[in-house]
C-alpha cells in the first residue's frame, strides 16, 4: 500500500486511544504500523513520535459468537473499555478489531468519545487510491461477513464485494486460519504456522478467480498473516494501514477530529482548510 505522506508537524494536538486485545496481537500490531508510518513522515527520534494510550482489553468475549447470538454479548466490554480509555485522556478511539465493528452503533451511542470506523475510512482509502476498481474481495470473520460491514461502505461509493459465501468450504479455511486450535493465528501468535499462510492464499486465490480486482484483509489476524508473504495472487488493502495514517493525521490536526454529531453518526473526516 502507498500513501502521499504529508510531513508530521511538531505539535501533537489529539491523543489517539487504542482499544487493544482483539485479539492478543491486535494493537502490537497497529502500534508497529503506527511506528512505521510516523518513521516514513519524518520521526528520526523518540520525541517525534506521538503519544497514545493502548488497553488490551483480551478478556472481551468473542466478537464473532457475540454477532451470531452463540457467546457472550460483548457491547458491555466495548463500552466500559471506551471509557476507560477516555478517561486516560484519548481524544478518539481506534478499535484493533474488524468484527467489533458490528456493534459500532450500539457502543457510540452509549460513549461520548469518537470511534473511527474501519471500514468507512478503508472504503475512502480504496475509493480514492483506485478509483477504477468496481469489485473488492473480503477476507473476514463469519461476523464481519454477516454482519456485512465491508459490504455497506464498498456500497457508498458503488463498489461491488466479493465475499466467501458463509458455510462455504473456502469460507471454512478463512476461519481456520484464524481460529484453529492447533495452528490459526489467535492460537500461533506473533508466529503464523505455513498452514494458514497457504489457507489465507488459496481464499485470495479463490477471490481473484471470481473477479475482485484487489481484497480487503477485513481481520487483524489476516493482516497478520498476509503481512508475512512476499507475494500474493491479488493485490490486498490493510485497514490496519489505513487506520494508522488517520490517526496520525488527527494527532497532528492535519485533518479535523470528529465530531460526535448524535448518538449513531459521526461527521466526515474533512480536511483542514489552510
Request: one cysteine or more; a negative charge; glycine letters at 6%.
Amino acid at each position: 500500500m502507498s500513501y502521499t505522506l504529508p510531513k508530521t508537524p511538531q505539535r501533537q494536538l489529539k491523543l489517539p486511544g487504542i482499544l487493544g486485545g482483539l485479539g492478543p496481537l491486535a494493537h502490537i500490531e497497529f502500534e508497529q504500523r503506527l511506528l512505521h508510518h510516523s518513521s516514513r513522515r519524518g520521526a528520526q527520534c523518540d520525541q517525534d513520535h506521538p503519544n497514545w494510550v493502548v488497553l488490551s482489553a483480551a478478556s472481551t468475549p468473542d466478537r464473532t459468537q457475540s454477532l451470531l447470538g452463540t457467546g457472550t454479548d460483548c457491547v458491555p466490554y466495548l463500552v466500559r473499555n471506551s471509557c476507560q480509555l477516555k478517561a486516560m485522556g484519548a481524544d478518539f478511539l481506534v478499535v484493533t478489531c474488524n468484527t467489533a465493528h458490528g456493534f459500532y452503533h450500539q457502543v457510540q451511542a452509549q460513549i461520548d468519545i469518537p470511534w473511527l470506523h474501519m471500514m468507512d475510512a478503508t472504503v475512502k482509502y480504496i475509493a480514492e487510491s483506485f478509483p477504477t476498481v468496481r469489485q473488492v474481495g473480503v477476507l473476514a470473520t463469519d461476523g464481519t461477513l454477516r454482519s456485512q460491514l465491508y459490504t455497506t461502505s464498498l456500497a457508498q461509493y458503488g463498489i461491488s464485494s466479493i465475499l466467501p459465501p458463509l458455510g462455504s468450504p473456502i469460507q471454512h479455511r478463512v476461519m481456520d486460519s484464524i481460529y484453529s486450535p492447533d495452528w490459526g493465528i489467535k492460537a500461533t501468535g506473533a508466529w503464523v504456522s505455513e498452514i494458514a499462510l497457504i489457507e489465507l492464499i488459496v481464499a485470495s486465490r479463490w477471490l481473484a478467480d471470481q473477479g475482485a480486482e484487489l481484497i480487503i484483509a477485513g481481520c487483524t489476524e489476516i493482516s497478520i498473516g498476509l503481512a508475512k508473504l512476499s507475494q500474493l495472487p491479488i493485490n490486498w488493502i490493510d485497514p490496519l494501514d489505513v487506520m494508522a495514517n488517520l490517526s496520525l493525521d488527527l494527532a497532528y490536526g492535519l485533518i479535523k477530529a470528529p465530531i460526535i454529531m448524535s448518538a449513531k453518526r459521526l461527521v466526515s473526516h474533512d480536511v483542514v482548510a489552510d
